[in-house]
């Protein structure tokens, strides 16, 4: 089945960017959605089809994705915005259409 | 605004099986726009797909899963419901319902279900 590959840590000072990776073979191929989940709270949708962002999400969380590699990026980091994030992708043509990543720990400095 | 409640025992015995069942309101699950899902996510552990459903009844699993889950949808109550089999405390985890495109837009708050004797 499809593999996703996000790395188990990110950290960042407040005002920096972070950058959190999502890899994949050929994930450009796909759409990629990214998830913030908060400790306690259920999982929130930042950023779906690569790029687009859900009414009520900061112009601050954006997306990219090419080749093996998706990423979120998020500027002007602010406390708040410590959290996990997960990517994920849905092929309907594959045996296992719903695949996450293992999850990011994003930790503002 | 949508909104989906899982409901069901906190609660089952080894080898038994978990039955949960999400309520939408503030919209119509027969939408044809839609499929409704089932996500779980074990303490301290990341996300995992379990299945989705359309109102029709077809049906995605993840095939780690598959022998043990099925999940059924009622319009009528505007419901949808997940059955997983033979748990073993493996199966510990918060289980979300969500309503989903490709991505999951809208989801519950989430249930613990712990297996335990």
């Known amino acids: 089945s499809y593999v996703l590959t996000q790395p188990p840590s990110v950290s960042v000072a407040p005002g920096q960017t972070a950058r959190i990776t999502c890899g994949g073979n050929?994930?450009?191929?796909?759409?990629v959605h990214w998830y913030q989940q908060k400790p306690g709270q259920a999982p929130v949708l930042v950023v779906y089809?690569?790029?687009d962002r859900p009414s009520g999400i900061p112009e601050r969380f954006s997306g990219s994705n090419s080749g093996n590699t998706a990423t979120l990026t998020i500027s002007r980091v602010e406390a708040g915005d410590e959290a996990d994030y997960y990517c994920?992708?849905?092929?309907?043509?594959?045996?296992?259409?719903?695949?996450f990543g293992g999850g990011t720990k994003l930790t503002v400095l | 605004q949508l909104q989906l409640q899982e409901s069901g025992p906190g609660l089952v015995k080894p080898s038994e099986t978990l039955s949960l069942t999400c309520t939408v309101s503030?919209?119509?699950?027969?939408?044809?726009?839609?499929?409704w899902g089932w996500i779980r996510q074990p303490p301290g552990k990341g996300l995992e797909w379990i299945g989705s459903?359309?109102?029709?009844?077809?049906?995605y699993y993840n095939p780690s899963l598959k022998s043990r889950v099925t999940i059924s949808v009622d319009t009528s109550k505007n419901q949808f419901s997940l059955k997983l089999s033979s748990v073993t405390a493996a199966d510990t985890a918060v289980y979300y319902c969500?309503?989903?495109?490709?991505?999951?837009?809208?989801w519950g708050q989430g249930t613990l279900v712990t297996v335990s004797s």
């Open positions: 969500a309503r989903q495109e490709a991505h999951f837009d809208y």
């Open positions: 503030g919209g119509s699950i027969s939408s044809s726009s839609y499929y």
């Open positions: 459903i359309y109102y029709s009844g077809s049906t």
């Open positions: 050929n994930i450009g191929s796909k759409s």
């Open positions: 089809d690569d790029s």
């Open positions: 994920q992708v849905w092929d309907s043509s594959s045996d296992h259409p719903g695949v």
